[in-house]
T-cell receptor, first 115, second 114 residues
């Protein structure tokens, strides 16, 4: 079966531009997470969706970052006025339900480079 | 100070060696402890999952959790070149909404050479 997919796999943009990163979770998974992984670091939590709603967005660094999941499946992470410090791998994970016993399955990530 | 500390390595061992990977943490509320393996340019994949203290074994892998010392370990026996990857420890509490926000260590790069 298909795993979590993320598009694009690589995105190069210029400082100040707007970008959208897409995540397709495993079919039927209600919980969706976004993480950001900087070079040489572990992933850092950004936001968690249960269904269509963002239940916890405490990890979003500032108001330039926004994420949606309008139909409770695909999610889009949106970054406005990109900065060089936004360069990182953005990982999406999904799990069947919320809860500690539900494994989070990660996608391959989108590697964002801001020039 | 980070909530989860992990030596980034790199760690280089010969094939067949026993590998020991470790993390320490500061948040005593953590209840769930995981080890993920991440190959280059791939997403993390779950290797081991432990709830609270104790040991768990799965094939060549053994995970240990010592909550009194806030210390977790992953042992790999008979290491293989295919084990070469970055190993991330992760831990979490269960939030009131029932979800699971993972806090990761920085990852340890492991190279197993033939």
């Amino acid at each position: 079966g298909a795993g979590v997919s993320q598009t694009p796999s690589n995105k190069v943009t210029e400082k100040g531009k707007y970008v959208e990163l897409r995540c397709d979770p495993i079919s039927g998974h209600t919980a969706l997470y976004w993480y950001r992984q900087s070079l040489g670091q572990g992933p850092e939590f950004l936001i968690y969706f249960q269904g269509t709603g963002a239940a916890d967005d405490s990890g979003l660094p500032n108001d330039r970052f926004f994420a949606v999941r309008p139909e409770g499946s695909v999610s889009t992470l949106k970054i406005q006025r990109t900065e060089r410090g936004d360069s990182a791998v953005y990982l999406c994970a999904s799990s069947l339900n919320a809860g500690a016993n539900n494994e989070q399955f990660f996608g391959p990530g989108t590697r964002l480079t801001v020039l | 100070q980070k909530e989860v500390e992990q030596d980034p390595g790199p760690l280089s061992v010969p094939e067949g060696a026993i590998v020991s990977l470790n993390c320490t943490y500061s948040n005593s509320a953590f209840q769930y402890f995981m080890w993920y393996r991440q190959y280059s340019r791939k997403g993390p994949e779950l290797l081991m999952y432990t709830y609270s203290s104790g040991n768990k074994e799965d094939g060549r892998f053994t995970a240990q959790v010592d909550k009194s010392s806030k210390y977790i370990s992953l042992f790999i026996r008979d290491s293989q070149p295919s084990d070469s990857a970055t190993y991330l420890c992760a831990m979490s509490t269960l939030f009131s909404g029932g979800y699971n926000k993972l806090i990761f260590g920085a990852g340890t790069r492991l190279a197993v050479h033939p």
